[in-house]
């Protein structure tokens, strides 16, 4: 009997079930559909309902005033408020993808809802053009619109979450030639990727997208189409023509079937069911009409608004909210009249078996080879149940066959039981969110989730999260930031226990976040002591700083040794503190200050002399000083223009004179000095010489220089001012002399008196110009034989070198004086002998 009683509510349309179950009685009151713009969201999602002000109404006891309301699908009132939008008319309104409700009014503004009734700012405009030529229809599809204006103009936001709204290809429709009927075929299922619209304009379909128009004609057609409706997956249409015929087509217009309705008038409403028929609305009548030229009515005596959904269609009216699905394979297999599949027979077992029927066991053997699909047959049936007690049973009839089967998955049945929970969780009346088991597939667990939350259902959304073995930190994260706009009237401390107590339920979740809410929320004192419980210091201390807590983030920056959040925080501190506060904030803590110095050295020189002078570091003002007079230095215009020569002997003077102020710097105080000294010593002959080649060369490149240019008295002051010793001097003026190659005045320099270190600089300079000539000279003047002998074969003497070699009797001397002549045989004999000799004395 349970059988007959279920397949009784079930409409036969050819060879296939509809049912047509309520979900809710409308707990609404004196709600009227016909007098009302009516917008609901698909997957059991919010109804908008505002008065019509296109249709003249009496008023019965309310106001005059429009109010948008938005209920749940049970006619539970979620929102309510007062419509003051200006713009014209309402044209239409929808509900995105994310349940924010679009509704475009006359001069082409869009304005956004949320489902607690609140405007989101800002709005949006379709265009001066849509501005100037007024909507007088759109056609909403998932995320987008479609404009028509008056002047028969197509505009089209393709996202709502990125409002573009852009023009659509010109149709050539006049002010008197509008379309009898609108229709979108969205972007996913289009091969351009862009919207399509068809109007049924005339005798036939024009196509537009953005860039063309292409005209279906009466021939392919059939006649006028006066109502268009699009399948779910964007692959059929569905078209009323002018004779009262339905057409159902693909969308390359390839005749499926006809149906002949009985009315020529174009219904009020059409809509796809499922994918395997078409729903029709006029004034009182429901046609439901499938292939073959079948169909099956419905009457009804109040207006009726039609939801399509994945798997059906969902009928409000003023009394109720109902389902038309088509019945699923598996529960028409069950509770079929007559029915004798396995699964049943197995249903049937299980009614045996609870009147302790040995009938149950027989029904058990005669499936017993085809158990398994019996079993997952009543899991599929109880899945697309709404009837808690039909879902229970048909779960007990599939736990029960399940005992008999060894090879079947026992995991199906339990995650059935958690989808089902779930269902049944939202769709209890005072949640009104009737999701069949095919659309919370499709939408996904993650996304009812965010819906919940949205709505403010937090413990439903929780608890689910928990059971799904979800991450539950969005959750926690939207109540307190909810609790914390809501909660205007509990003190912060007493706030913040409640807070903590939750968000203590998920280990890792963001207190930052939850302090910046409070922040937005004007409650600083309360974002303060919520960011104290946040670990994570790269998410603690830029709201620190924005609730104005810049000493707190700078502890808590230089405690997490992170330098770029030190730096956030001393950039920001610099900004907007004066500079001696900003000095004494940074001098007790050494990481931050270290920090602020590296940085300054590099950018701020002028602001860190500053620190350094506050704090008495007046060394490291110099060192500044000292730097800046070298960067003056590299200066371009410096090289050859004199002008910063003087500012940069005034910088080392200055540091000279910081640097004698402290006893522990008297080497650098005196180099500073001598710097100074040296680079007036050095501007003076660049201008009496008219040649840039002497700043920033060193005390021994300035007199080889002078000596070089001839300016022997100015190489002499140097020497003198700098107490250049006597052997350097030597040293430098040889090399200068030989590099002029004045060899004249190097002679006379060395007959001048003895030199302090002998006649070796002469040598070794004129033989690195490679002037053997010349170093013949002093050669013989060397006193150390050794030297000698060297300096001989270095000019490739080899007898000479022997002879001052076997004067200083060293063996070692002889063999390296050999290897330097190892590609001259004689010279090689030379010494060979002499080592015999010397080998032969002892020595």
Known sequence: ???????????????????????????????????????????????????????????YAESALRKLRVFNSAGILLAETVWKQPGGRLIGMSWTEDQTLICIVQDGTIYRYNVHGEVLEPSFSMGKECFEQNVVDCVFWGNGVVCLTEAGKLFCVPDFKEIKPCKLAEVGMGDEELPNCMAVIEPQYTVSGNVEVLLGVGSGIVIVDEDE?????????????????????????????????????????????????????????????????????????????GPSEDSVSYIYDEPVIFIPECDGVRILSNTSMEFVQRVPDSTVSIFKIGSTSPASLLFDALDHFDRRSAKADENLRLIRASLPEAVEACIDAAGHEFDVSRQRTLLRAASYGQAFCSNFQRDHIQEMCKTLRVLNAV??????????????????????????????????????????????????????????????AIPDAALLEIILDKLKLCKGISYAAVAAHADRSGRRKLAAMLVDHEPRSSKQVPLLLSIAEEDTALMKATESGDSDLVYLVLFHIWQKRPALEFFGTIQARPLARDLFIAYAR?????????????????????????????????NPMGSKGSPLHGPRIKLIEKAHNLFSETKEHTFESKAAEEHAKLLRIQHELEVSTKQPIFVDS????????????????????????????????????????????????????????????????????????????????????????????????????????????????DGELLGRLKLSFAQNTAASSIFDTLRDRLSFQGV
């Open 213 to 289: 128009v292409r005209f279906i004609d009466e021939e392919k057609i059939g006649g006028v189409v006066l109502k268009i409706a699009v399948s779910h997956n964007g692959r059929f249409l569905a078209c009323f023509m002018h004779d009262g015929r339905l057409v159902v087509m693909n969308t390359e217009f390839r005749d499926f079937f006809q149906y002949q309705c009985e009315s020529a008038l174009p219904p009020e409403q059409m809509a796809w069911c499922g994918l395997d028929s078409v729903l029709l609305y006029w004034d009182d009548v429901l046609l439901m009409v």
């Open 698 to 809: 060193s005390i021994s490149d300035t007199i080889r220089t002078c000596i070089a240019l001839g300016n022997h008295r100015a190489a002499m002051k140097v020497k003198t001012e700098f107490k250049v010793s006597e052997k350097r001097w030597y040293w430098l003026k040889v090399f200068a002399l030989v590099t002029i190659r004045d060899w004249e005045a190097l002679e006379k320099f060395s007959k001048e008196k003895r030199p302090p270190m002998g006649f070796r600089p002469f040598v070794e300079a004129c033989i690195d110009v490679d002037e053997k000539a010349e170093a013949l000279k002093y050669i013989p003047k060397l006193v150390d034989p050794r030297e000698r002998a060297e300096a001989y074969a270095r000019i490739g003497m080899a007898k000479e070198a022997a002879d001052a070699a076997s004067q200083a009797k």
């Open 602 to 634: 590099c950018y701020k020189h002028e602001f860190l002399k500053d620190f350094f002078l506050s704090t008495g570091q007046l060394q490291e003002v110099a060192f500044l000083l000292w730097k800046e007079s070298w960067e003056l230095g590299k």
């Open 427 to 488: 769709r209890n009346p005072e949640i009104g969110i009737p999701l069949s088991i095919e659309q919370y597939k499709l939408l996904s667990a993650p996304v009812l989730i965010g819906r919940l939350i949205n709505a403010h259902q937090h413990l439903l959304a929780l608890r689910i999260s928990e059971y799904a073995g979800m991450n539950q930190e969005v959750v926690i994260m939207h109540w307190a930031c909810t609790k914390i706009t809501a909660s205007l």
């Open 1 to 59: 009997m349970a059988n007959v009683s279920v397949a009784a509510e079930w409409q036969l349309l050819i060879n296939r079930y509809y049912r047509k179950p309520e979900l809710y009685p409308m707990r609404w009151k004196h709600i009227d559909l016909s007098r009302n713009k009516v917008a609901c969201a698909p997957f059991g999602g919010p109804i908008a309902i505002i008065r019509d002000d296109s249709k003249i109404v009496q008023l």
